[in-house]
């Protein structure tokens, strides 16, 4: 029990503690509402459920670097359980209040609990520490060119430096303390570490011992009311902050799901994010949520290529300038431009749209969608991009396609193959959305004339809509030109919605993720799926017969836009296994497979200038594993990865999954 003066000196503590702490918290909350639009308020429950099961799980952080996101996982759950353990210690001191020792299972495990956990928070903190002095050193550096605000360099290795020493000194008191305590009433079998220590203090004399107890209750419990103010100033605030980004991002399709733009509203005269306020209140809550942990930067293939462009630098960014400026945001001034502080323009445009960033943060953060959003002001606002964009988005306009193919021969590639147009076949089971690229460029041509050899192959039941098929409008989107998108979103929902489809199958995943992720904004709402998808389907109703010859090597490349935007991984493996190859995996695969370099516009565009091709920084995969055939399902992929292979003097071949498969029909 605590003294009379000890607990005034408590209560006052713990006043100034929570003042402290609630002008800092009001002050974020200022902060956040700045941001345009609203949190995702919907299905609360179902979202306080994901965020606790992620939160508890703690497999978002170990889906990368498994041992430090195990010491991680171990500080995570016993700081967490450490509020409970704080809550139960402070009315042990103030009140007198105990848990019943003995014979009372809830007691006994709630003090096995402290006691493992608070050797697990201390052995995680000691190997994470030394972890930042070690390694540390070259994971959380970042290269020259790359916008960093000043500060943060150092500032972030002193806030992970004093955090964990603060969570080193206040769980060490409290197991030191508890040791005392057992070291006067005698040992505890529930708490057996703890019990271990106290034997080094049983000579000690009673009064030495309550001394002690006293000793360690303040250096643990007193450390917590100095420190929350400063938490919620560290990035250390992440702690609540990730359960809130899981809590309340918006609902989306796919991660790479854009919000629309209504350009028939003529209210709007800016579009995209030019100041940290026209991002979305989600979008802000990110560089609060961000671990500084640079797990982003090493799965960019933009920075992985020697580009300025890091995600990370983008989030922190963000963060520093709150810290410095929060306090005049929340009040209501406009905030500097985010190419002032938070990203190079050079950067903005060697984003690859992969959403490997997406992919890998552990706390929820979408870096790429701040990128993409500072691409629409540039463009749209602005008329700033890139100008090689230029002749891609001329042939959208004219011609609905990037190629600028007249569209009346749009359907050359399917001369003397059975492929009837919508107008041949008013009801088919399946509409084939061809795309621009299998309809108009002369190598992805033979992907549509290999799907269309399977299609009849199998019999199935489909049209295609010929000239009347426009752009998707993936690449206008993903490059910030969304005024462009809007008007072929439009025209091309209107045609789809007079032909009333059933099921859409699509030959490019860019096509797939547009049709099925950002068409409903527009009214168009259908079941759309890949060709490596229908393949499978096909290949399981016995439509095709499964070829058991095993005899050619094929190595697999996952397109980003169907694998980590719309979470197709296992169809076009099992496609290829059913068309009797053996299919070996890159080093990179599934969700952690590497861009082709292709998307996000970069397909129309020079790359930025870096120290290596994204495309051949990918090819040289394959041609480490070493198999005959590198096998695609994008066209863009395709186009990538053959100039890679020509560019690094392979003999590896490159084809899509249905050409394997039209192969092996053969
Ligand atoms: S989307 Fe891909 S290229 Fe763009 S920042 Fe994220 S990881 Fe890098
Ligand atoms: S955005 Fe996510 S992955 Fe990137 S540094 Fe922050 S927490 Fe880590």
């Known amino acids: 029990m605590l003294t009379l003066i000890e607990k005034i000196i408590f209560v006052f503590l713990s006043l100034g503690s929570a003042y402290f702490a609630y002008l800092t918290a009001e002050r974020i909350y200022r902060i956040v509402r700045r941001g345009a639009g609203a949190v995702g308020l919907d299905e609360l429950v179902k979202r306080a459920i994901n965020a606790t099961i992620i939160f508890v799980s703690q497999k978002t952080v170990l889906k990368k670097r498994f041992l430090p996101s195990l010491a991680h996982a171990f500080v995570a759950w016993g700081f967490t359980y450490y509020l409970l353990v704080n809550i139960a210690d402070g009315l042990r001191a103030f009140f007198g209040f105990t848990l019943p020792d003995e014979n009372n299972i809830v007691s006994n495990l709630y003090r096995l609990g402290a006691d493992l956990l608070s050797l697990g928070v201390l052995v995680g903190m000691v190997a994470l520490l030394l972890r930042r002095v070690t390694v540390g050193r070259k994971v959380f550096a970042y290269r020259e060119g790359v916008k960093v605000h000043p500060k943060a360099i150092n500032g972030i290795k002193h806030d992970s430096l004093i955090v964990g020493l603060f969570i080193l000194f206040h769980v060490g008191w409290r197991f030191l303390g508890e040791s005392f305590h057992l070291a006067e009433k005698g040992i505890d079998t529930w708490q057996p570490f703890a019990s271990l220590l106290s034997l080094v203090w049983e000579t000690l004399p009673t009064d030495t011992l309550i001394l002690m107890q006293h000793i360690g209750f303040w250096c643990a419990i007193g450390s917590i009311l100095l420190f929350v103010p400063y938490f919620l100033y560290s990035k ?22 854009l919000d629309k733009i209504n350009f028939d509203d003529e209210s709007l005269s800016e579009f995209g994010a030019t100041r940290l306020e026209h991002l979305s209140q989600a979008q802000i809550i990110d560089a609060y949520s961000c671990i500084m942990c640079n797990r982003c930067q090493d799965a960019c293939p933009a920075y992985e290529t020697g580009k300025v462009l890091s995600p990370a630098a983008l989030e922190i960014n963000k963060r520093y300038y709150l810290n410095e400026f929060g306090g005049e945001f929340a009040k209501g001034k406009e905030s500097a431009p985010l190419l002032e502080f938070a990203i190079s323009e050079e950067a903005v445009w060697a984003c690859t749209a992969c959403g490997a960033c997406v992919e890998v943060c552990p706390v929820g953060n979408e870096p790429m969608r701040d990128i993409l959003e500072i691409r629409r002001a540039l463009t749209l606002n602005e008329n700033n991009f890139p100008q090689q964009l230029q002749q891609a988005y001329k042939g959208m306009e004219r011609q609905g396609n990037p190629w600028s193919v007249a569209p009346e021969t749009r359907l050359d590639w399917a ?195 870096g120290t290596e091709r994204v495309n051949e920084n990918r090819f040289k995969e394959a041609m480490k594993v070493g198999k005959d055939t590198l096998a695609v399902g994008c066209p863009f992929c395709m186009v990538m990865m053959t100039d890679a292979g020509k560019n690094l003097k392979s003999e590896i071949q490159v084809k899509d999954v249905a050409e394997i498969v039209a192969e092996s029909l053969e």
Not at 236 to 257: C, D, E, M, T, V
Not at 475 to 503: I, Q, W, Y
Not at 562 to 578: E, K, T
Request: aromatic share 8%.
């Open 236 to 257: 250390h605030i992440h702690i609540f902050f990730a359960p809130i980004n899981y809590l309340l991002k918006p609902k989306r399709l796919s991660i790479g799901q």
């Open 415 to 609: 001369k003397g193959l059975n492929v009837p147009t919508i107008e041949q076949n008013a009801e088919p089971e399946i509409l084939w959305w061809v795309g621009c690229a299998p309809a108009t460029d002369a190598r992805a041509q033979k992907t549509a004339q290999a799907f269309a050899k399977i299609l009849n192959a199998a019999g199935v039941n489909f049209a295609v809509l010929g000239k009347m098929e426009r752009c998707s409008g993936d690449s206008a989107r993903r490059a910030g030109n969304d005024a462009l998108f809007f008007e072929l979103a439009t025209g091309n929902v209107e045609t789809l919605n007079e032909v009333k489809p059933k099921r859409i199958v699509t030959t490019c995943p860019h096509c797939l993720h547009t049709l099925a992720n950002e068409y409903p904004a527009f009214g168009g709402n259908y079941t759309v799926i890949h060709h490596t998808q229908l393949i499978d389907e096909l290949y399981a109703q016995g439509k095709l017969k499964t070829n058991p010859n095993k005899g050619s090597n094929v190595a697999f490349h996952d397109p980003c836009y169907l694998g980590r935007h719309n979470g197709v991984y296992d169809s076009p493996r099992q496609a290829l296994a059913r068309a009797g190859v053996a299919v070996s995996e890159l080093p990179r695969h599934h969700a952690n497979s590497f861009c082709c370099g292709a998307g996000g516009g970069q397909m129309w565009k020079e790359e930025e200038h």
